[in-house]
């Protein structure tokens, strides 16, 4: 009766293995932390510059709207990869980052068109949409 003793090799092969499994469970938790740590980094910047834009006089506001679109285009499709990422940490840290995000463009908005004077609804307008609501709910 023949007896296989395992091999040097497959001591090898084991133990490198076993090392690759650890390294990949701490390099996903390095990255995992990395990940999420900038995404709550922007997202508090976003926040503290949400609270300084009240600052900002309106052409300042809508030269960094105009700086703000290629971002949020970039935000975009990296949506698109964090949704197919599994780790809700991220995924809340990616969630708050946007919150935050479209918050400042909000603001942004606000402040840019504080000087726009506010036009006055035409008479014929306002009597074609009473006219309507007047045909709907009949």
């Known amino acids: 009766m023949l007896i296989y003793k395992p091999t040097l090799s497959m ?15 701490r390099l996903y938790r390095y990255l995992v932390d990395d990940i999420s740590a900038d995404f709550e980094k922007k997202a508090l910047l976003y926040a503290l510059k949400t609270k300084r834009s009240h600052c900002l006089s309106p052409a300042q506001a809508q030269y960094k ?10 935000y975009e499709r990296l949506d698109a990869h964090v949704s197919e990422i599994e780790n809700y940490r991220i995924k809340n840290s990616f969630k708050e980052l946007k919150k935050n995000l479209f918050k400042y463009e909000a603001k942004l908005h606000r ?3 504080s000087n726009v004077p506010v036009e006055e609804t035409p008479e014929y307008i306002k009597s074609m949409l009473s006219s309507l609501n007047k045909r709907i709910v009949v």
């Open 111 to 113: 402040v840019a068109t």
């Open 65 to 74: 709207l105009i700086n703000l679109k290629p971002v949020l285009r970039s």
């Open 11 to 25: 001591f090898i092969k084991t133990w490198i293995v076993e090392r690759l499994e650890r390294l990949h469970g």
